[in-house]
């Protein structure tokens, strides 16, 4: 990963070393005006004031560059700001005193084996520590000891008093905090930016950006020997490349922190690199697959030459009509549109992971999907869409789909059959259509057996919070199930399945016959799946017979085994519904007589959990219709909550 990485990094635009310890301009709201906001230390009369005069109008960059708001120093370590965002103010607390005898940015410039303690920044953080229980606070907070810990100040106090001490409007809102200083005895005579104390900047540079080594020696990334070679093969801890661990002894060759970079050691140049572009893959290439974070790392045919910035854009498009929720008109005219992306092949590896800030956990990566084969896959989910459904969708099917047909049943995020299977489509893989079949049969056990309300389990099925009309989510899933056989068989990946090509059998003795010969004949329906979906039929036929009698939950639903119809519940359900049939009045002698010329008694080989996909396709195949003729009764259920 860390040399695609590398590899588009080159392309990239670099900034210096002063932008990129710098925080990105928070995200600003329509109508409100913002501030940037001054806080007094004054270390010759001990106290902390807040006064109007360090009061000025937020100006985005040009701010944040100013009062040198940096960014902050990511783990377990201590932490020191002296610039934040304005939800941040909390933290500059800590960074004055940690408990009632130590300051944060005094143990922090300590770590560096006293490279700092010669500086001002040192001696500012020293008297700091020395007079801080005597500090008063006037009229900014007054924060209290408790058990020798500072507990963080009243969020509402302090906003209120800082609104009526700067006389700002609700429609005005603070942007930056930043710490001034005053110390005549360390010749610091008027209030000054804390930030731009002599050290400080040196300090967050040290921490957040690779140090150089004396040495040369081979960069891993660059596949080569390259000068300043990183002390330690330091990574950095907020983005991609931080996938190993430099901040704990075990993980180090013979237990030494120096022999980090034994396991792998890059230069300075490869890491600004590797880091420069993860940094805008995260920002902009960042994609939902499944449930889990990946970022996509494109790969460039040989010879590119064109505006990546662009290319970047049009590859977001077509990824975002792969994986995300995209109305189906927007799908259909980008394909009008796309014909450069079909011209040039582009290579797509998406790699997912996990992030606490602190580090970043691959947990899956798709690998060497060309730009030809995605658009493929999203043109087929369309085409087949509109096949299956008879018109076109309101929202385009596509892996996010997928998604939220396949029931995740674990609370643990590592068990996610559905990414599995995104996974073996992406990269070409033949899949078994059993697993197919497992995987609807534990969707429907979803919504008949309502396990929406096991805690922490399936929340990825779309409705997640909807169940009640079992029949048009069956319906539905159906449907989803059915583009997904048919374009899996269109991609040549499916296996283990026995569909025929598809032809008409008979001449159609009515409208539903017409409509189910149609469905038969368009994908290839054997003898076995159409006894089923006979059988189906008929369980459709009593469950309204119930439903009509006030029986809302149809009991016959229950005669199903949602665990697989197997040769002996299939024997088993025929016969309740004769008998029921009896009970109800209604003759099922017209469905029956094409079950039963279809039905292999002596012969049967149909899998259970395919059986009972068949089964409800016939048993929900005219949900929603409002037909009917003389031999047939068709369900009808409103889809429409009350």
């Not at 600003?28 to 940037?36: H, I, Q, S, T």
């Not at 804390?194 to 660059?222: H, M, N, W």
């Not at 947990?363 to 509109?386: C, E, Q, T, Y």
């Not at 008929?538 to 697989?564: C, D, R, W």
Request: with cysteine; aromatic share 14%.
């Amino acid at each position: 990963m860390l040399n695609l990485l590398y590899k588009f990094g080159l392309k990239l635009e670099q900034s210096d070393d002063d932008e990129k310890i710098l925080i990105d301009p928070p995200k600003e709201e329509k109508d409100v005006k913002y501030y940037n906001v001054g806080i007094l230390i004054d270390l010759d009369e001990n106290k902390v004031v807040l006064d109007p005069q360090y009061l000025s109008e937020y100006d985005g960059a040009n701010s944040i560059k100013k009062f040198l708001a940096t960014k902050s120093i990511i783990g377990n370590q201590r932490k020191f700001y002296l610039t934040v965002d304005g939800k941040g103010y909390g933290k500059l607390v800590g960074t004055l005193h940690n408990d009632k005898s130590s300051c944060d940015l005094k143990i922090r410039l300590l770590q560096h084996n006293d490279l700092f303690k010669e500086r001002l920044i040192f001696k500012v953080a020293e008297l700091i520590e020395e007079n801080f229980e005597q500090f008063n606070y006037e009229n900014l907070y007054n924060p209290v000891l408790v058990k020798e810990q500072v507990l963080e100040f009243n969020k509402d106090v302090f906003i209120k008093g800082i609104q009526q001490l700067l006389g700002l409007k609700s429609k005005n809102s603070v942007m930056l905090y930043y710490l001034l200083i005053k110390a005549e005895k360390l010749g610091i005579n008027e209030p000054t930016l804390a930030a731009s104390i002599d050290g400080y900047t040196d300090l967050v540079k040290r921490e957040l950006l690779p140090q150089e080594s004396d040495e040369s020696g081979f960069c891993y990334v660059a596949g080569k020997d390259e000068p300043n070679l990183l002390a330690g093969g330091d990574f950095s801890a907020n983005d991609l490349s931080k996938i190993f661990i430099t901040d704990k002894i075990n993980y180090a060759s013979y237990f030494q922190k120096e022999n980090f970079g034994i396991n792998y050691s890059l230069s300075k140049k490869s890491k600004e690199i590797v880091e420069f572009a993860s940094n805008f893959l995260i920002k902009n290439l960042k994609i939902n697959i499944a449930g889990t974070p990946h970022i996509l790392i494109p790969e460039f045919p040989y010879g590119f030459d064109k505006d990546l910035i662009y290319e970047v854009e049009e590859l977001k498009k077509i990824n975002d009509i792969a994986f995300n929720s995209k109305e189906f008109e927007y799908a259909v005219n980008y394909f009008k549109e796309a014909n450069e992306l079909e011209e040039n092949i582009f290579w797509f590896n998406y790699f997912g992971f996990e992030s606490d800030k602190a580090s970043f956990k691959l947990v899956n990566r798709i690998k060497d999907v060309n730009s030809a084969k995605l658009l493929n896959i999203s043109k087929l989910f369309i085409d087949n869409s509109i096949k299956i459904l008879g018109k076109a969708p309101k929202y385009t099917y596509n892996f996010r789909t997928i998604y939220n047909i396949i029931p995740i049943k674990s609370p643990d995020t590592s068990k996610n059959p559905a990414l599995d299977l995104i996974d073996a489509i992406l990269e070409n893989k033949i899949i078994d259509i059993q697993n197919i079949y497992a995987h609807f049969k534990e969707l429907a056990l979803y919504y008949f057996l309502d396990r929406k309300k096991i805690k922490g389990c399936y929340k990825n099925v779309y409705p997640y919070s909807e169940t009640k009309y079992f029949d048009f989510f069956i319906k539905d899933a159906i449907n989803n199930y059915l583009i997904l056989i048919k374009t899996l068989l269109d991609l040549n990946q499916l296996t283990n399945h026995n569909f025929m090509e598809g032809k008409m059998e008979e001449k159609p003795t009515n409208t539903y016959s017409a409509k189910e010969e149609e469905l038969f004949a368009q994908h290839g329906y054997t003898d076995l799946q159409k006894a089923m979906f006979y059988l189906g039929r008929m369980v459709s036929m009593i469950g309204y017979a119930q439903f009509t009698k006030g029986h809302e939950q149809k009991p016959i639903l229950q005669k199903i085994n949602f665990n697989g119809m197997g040769l002996r519940e299939i024997v088993k359900l025929r016969s309740e519904l004769y008998e029921k049939a009896r009970q109800y009045k209604e003759d099922l002698s017209f469905l029956d007589g094409k079950f039963a010329k279809l039905f292999n008694y002596n012969n049967w080989n149909l899998p259970a959990n395919e059986a009972l996909f068949f089964l409800l396709n016939g048993y929900s195949f005219y949900v929603g219709s409002k037909d009917n003729d003389q031999n047939e009764t068709i369900q009808l259920t409103n889809n429409t909550e009350e």
